[in-house]
């Protein structure tokens, strides 16, 4: 099974396609992750990455989609899930063809669908520990008895406004993404709002239900 997982930051999808690889044996393929490895082990790429990092500059398609390239190939292309790719049309054009050329089609997109002020309100209870870097959500997640919730820091870009502005990029950027894999793959929109486990079922469900993905 090869699923890519959708959503706007906030929505949960990270934790999702966690949660899908550990469930269903799939390789859980985030970008974010593969750039860090990448330069970790001071691939060519990796190199190239760290190099444009440094430089404030973003990581421009043809690299990304190198990254991920290599990625597929030392798993064969076998079972995985996207999480935060593709991000444009490009990529996503480059996907389809590349799985495609490797006899292996993706399967589903899902798409976690979660109102942007329940984002709001979800991303701004975050909290930064400033000593060890450790992030906790004052409802989901709370600091631990031993950490003094007045030494936390609610950074910048946790708050209300900055939010909002990062869910408007992100529809500008994602919609023409959504609506060409729409036209070329099974699309399903799924509820992202309640526990971890509700969404996590519906997702389960959504697959189950889809008969061309009966290996999960």
Excluded: C
């Excluded at 950074?155 to 919609?175: K, M, S």
């Amino acid at each position: 099974m090869r699923l890519a997982l959708f959503g706007p930051p906030g929505a949960g999808k990270g934790t999702q396609a966690k949660r899908l690889a550990r469930d269903h044996d799939l390789t859980h393929l985030s970008t974010g992750d593969l750039f860090r490895a990448a330069i970790r082990e001071r691939t060519p790429l990796g190199l190239k990455v760290a190099s444009l990092l440094e430089a404030g500059e973003l990581v421009p398609d043809d690299v990304t989609n190198g990254i991920v390239a290599d990625r597929l190939a030392q798993i064969d292309y076998g079972s995985f899930v996207l999480d935060g790719f593709p991000r444009t049309v490009p990529q996503a054009e480059w996907l389809l063809d590349h799985l495609a050329a490797n006899d292996a089609p993706l399967d589903a997109v899902v798409s976690l669908v979660v109102p942007d002020e329940d984002v709001v309100g979800r991303l701004s209870r975050r909290r930064t520990d400033p000593e060890t870097g450790a992030i906790y959500h004052l409802d989901f997640n709370p600091p631990p008895a031993d950490v003094d919730p007045e030494t936390l820091v609610h950074r910048p870009d946790d708050q209300p406004e900055a939010i909002r502005h990062r869910l408007e990029v992100y529809h500008e950027e994602t919609a023409p993404v959504e609506a060409y894999l729409r036209e070329h793959v099974r699309y399903h929109e799924i509820d992202g709002t309640g526990s971890l486990a509700e969404v996590q079922a519906r997702v389960t469900d959504v697959l189950v239900e889809d008969r061309g993905l009966a290996g999960i």
